[in-house]
């Protein structure tokens, strides 16, 4: 069973930047498609970008621009950078992983998932 601790939420203005870390426990095969979700209260959990292997990435257009997924050099930790954060913003965040997409990225597809990190920007 793959584990995943998601780090570096915490409270913020507007405009202000954080940097999402997600780090998965040892694994038999490399994991290729990871991404981050959030959800807000009273609202349904969204997906805010994907990564797959061959740094291929998707955001949500609400993130676009200002939010970039990446992996790091020892290929288990996925990164969120945040970069001009809006109030609207604000939410849990959650990292998500499976060894392979193969073109499917909603909730269901993905088999490991974090507990989440709390994300709260102020206006």
């Known amino acids: 069973q793959v584990q995943l601790v998601e780090s570096g939420g915490g409270s913020v203005q507007s405009g202000g930047s954080l940097r999402l870390s997600c780090v998965s426990s040892?694994?038999?095969?490399?994991?290729?498609?990871w991404a981050w979700f959030r959800q807000a209260p009273g609202k349904e959990r969204e997906r805010v970008a994907i990564?797959?292997?061959?740094?291929?990435?998707q955001y949500a257009d609400s993130v676009k621009g200002r939010f970039t997924a990446s992996q790091g050099d020892a290929y288990d930790t996925l990164y969120l950078q945040m970069n001009n954060l809006k109030p609207e913003d604000t939410a849990m965040y959650f990292c998500?992983?499976?060894?392979?997409?193969?073109?499917?990225?909603?909730?269901?597809?993905?088999?490991?998932w974090g507990q989440g990190t709390q994300v709260t920007v102020s206006s």
């Open positions: 990564w797959e292997s061959g740094d291929r990435t």
């Open positions: 998500a992983a499976t060894y392979s997409c193969g073109g499917y990225y909603e909730e269901v597809d993905f088999h490991y």
């Open positions: 040892r694994t038999t095969y490399r994991i290729n498609c």
